[in-house]
């Protein structure tokens, strides 16, 4: 029984590592893609008020 307890003790640690590194990689590309799309739109406006620009003279 001792045994037992000991190897859910330590499955349980490891388990609570993984869930943590796997949130951990979420929060990242959740945030990645965050600033992709606006590096994206500014990049995009950016664009358009150049064209804009030598649109005019």
Known sequence: ME????????FMSYFLLLIIMAALMLAGCFIG???????DSKAVAEGASVQNETAES
Do not use: G, H, P
């Open 33 to 39: 893609i965050k600033w992709r799309k606006a590096k």
């Open 3 to 10: 045994n037992l307890i000991l190897f859910l003790n330590s």
